[in-house]
């Protein structure tokens, strides 16, 4: 097997540039709310193929919703995210798949606090979703073309529920 990126795409990939730009123009609620919507729809349901049983990553989107609820304390959540999902990727060295589902969910989960994370979304999301269609042997280009792609529908899910004209959009640095 090929050593694999643990994520695909690049700060200044046309793709990633245009979808900074869409999160700089909505509030944290609009940005958490799509990237917990798109992890949930398409990235988890990949970590439960590789990992059955293991509810750590659903567990960690299911608490950013509960805080946005008022359910839960920043502090829990954030013990959630970091001690259970990322936990959940840090032992899947031997299952790139898996693993970068793993990241992508606890990215995505981890937007209740910080809208940064949502390119984690976009970087995991897409070697998760790349590597499960393409599988572990592919060269790179193919990896790359998928994640084009599924970024671009990630962009495609945040314009779809993208607040015309948000009065509170988010004060983003990306620092890359």
């Known amino acids: 097997m090929p050593k694999l990126r643990k994520m695909l795409g690049k700060s200044d990939s046309l793709y990633i540039v245009s979808l900074m730009r869409l999160i700089e123009t909505q509030s944290k609620a609009t940005i958490a709310a799509w990237c917990m919507d798109y992890a ?39 013990q959630i995210i970091l001690h259970e999902c990322h936990a959940a990727a840090r032992e899947l060295d031997d299952n ?26 976009a970087f995991y999301g897409s070697a998760a979703i790349a590597y499960d269609r393409a599988g572990l042997n592919a060269e790179a280009a193919v990896y790359d073309e998928i994640a084009a792609i599924e970024c671009a529908k990630m962009e ?6 993208a607040v015309e004209n948000e009065p509170n959009p988010v004060k983003i640095n990306w620092n890359c």
């Open 40 to 78: 949930e729809a398409f990235i988890l349901p990949i970590y439960e193929k590789h990992c059955p049983g293991d509810n750590r990553p659903c567990a960690a989107l299911g608490a950013a919703r509960d805080w946005f609820a008022g359910v839960k304390k920043l502090p829990e959540v954030k």
């Open 156 to 161: 495609g899910a945040l314009r779809a529920v």
């Open 96 to 121: 790139p798949v898996a693993q970068a589902a793993a990241r992508a969910c606890g990215q995505a989960a981890a937007c209740f606090h910080t809208p940064t994370h949502s390119l984690g979304l």
